[in-house]
């Protein structure tokens, strides 16, 4: 039994449609909450609950009395796959308190779940290609020291990391810690670039293209990025502190302006843009040395930008349009 946060979420809920195929039970937890439109999260739980091996509980991950009610109701738990997060780093300059809640509380409230689970293997929670920061070392390796976030959304994950650390230092469980470059997709998040870029160039709306696109992303596609986590889940580390990091990206970054034109081929449609200076938060480029992937979890991105992009807008007009 596999308890998975963030479930109606756009990488949890591909997760845990292959967690279901691989014949496990997966007990999904989710706040529903109105970042992007709830309407979205719903359309994705309701394939979910087509499953019979899925349950799932709304809640928020950073109450503590609801999480503790969800363990002792799933004591027998052998892995927990937390994903929920509040994400992106603009609506962090916004709303600096949401992800106090969700990234720093409810990270400690789930490594309290963990810790509590007596028949728990591993911890596995998502970090972010932003805690490197604005790294002049591409690729981004393991070994950077990731001390000098740009933004309150990468502090908040960096710290995350922090937090799991010590919990596997203290109470010998293990932990891993995916930090995930750029994920795109089917299902996928309103508030990214690519979709919402797709959105106004259907509608022939201009959209923001930040340092006159002078941008490099190493965009992962989502089926890449849950094999990466599905692989995690049986390779907990071995060390005496039983935590670690791994790196899923692509590790092929892509300029922002032949990002956009890979879109307008896909859609067939011409964008119209709207040069820009660099956002606050933003880094110039994120590009993920995955080696220790490769070698310890097997991990190969196999989804090239033009095989992503397309299978995205074909799913994007499906549900739409």
Not at 14 to 19: D, F, G, I, P, W
Not at 72 to 91: C, E, F, K, M
Not at 275 to 281: D, E, L, N, R, Y
Request: with cysteine; glycine share 6%; aromatic share 12%.
């Amino acid at each position: 039994m596999i308890i998975l946060t963030g479930a109606a979420g756009f990488i949890g809920f591909h997760t845990a449609q292959a967690l279901l195929a691989a014949g496990h039970s997966v007990i999904g937890i989710d706040n529903l909450n109105s970042y992007y439109n709830p309407a979205l999260k719903r359309a994705r739980l309701e394939k979910l609950k087509s499953h019979k091996g899925f349950t799932f509980c709304e809640a928020n991950i950073a109450d503590a009395p609801a999480m503790e009610k969800i363990a002792a109701q799933y004591a027998s738990a052998t892995h927990i796959v937390h994903l929920a997060a509040q994400a992106g780093v603009r609506y962090s300059l916004e709303n600096p308190y949401a992800y106090a809640e969700s990234n720093l509380m409810g990270q400690l409230v789930m490594l309290e779940m963990a810790r509590h689970l007596k028949n728990l293997k591993h911890f596995v929670y998502a970090s972010s290609s932003s805690v490197y920061g604005n790294s002049a070392k591409a690729p981004f390796g393991l070994d950077e020291r990731c001390d000098e976030p740009v933004s309150l959304y990468a502090a908040t994950k960096r710290s995350g990391e922090m937090l799991a650390h010590s919990y596997a230092s203290l109470y010998k469980f293990p932990a891993t810690g995916l930090r995930f470059f750029t994920v795109y997709g089917p299902w996928g998040r309103p508030d990214m670039a690519y979709f919402s870029f797709t959105k106004n160039i259907f509608e022939g709306k201009p959209i923001k293209v930040f340092n006159n696109g002078d941008l490099r992303r190493d965009f992962t596609y989502i089926d890449d990025i849950v094999a990466g986590i599905v692989s995690a889940l049986d390779k907990p580390s071995p060390n005496a502190v039983p935590h670690r990091v791994f790196n899923l990206g692509n590790h092929r970054p892509v300029q922002l302006l032949d990002f956009i034109a890979t879109i307008e081929r896909a859609s067939n449609h011409k964008a119209i843009m709207e040069m820009s200076p660099m956002a606050a938060g933003d880094v110039y480029e994120t590009c993920a040395d995955i080696t220790e992937s490769q070698n310890t979890l097997g991990f190969e991105p196999k989804t090239t930008l033009d095989k992503g992009i397309p299978a995205f807008i074909e799913w994007y007009r499906d549900y739409y349009q």
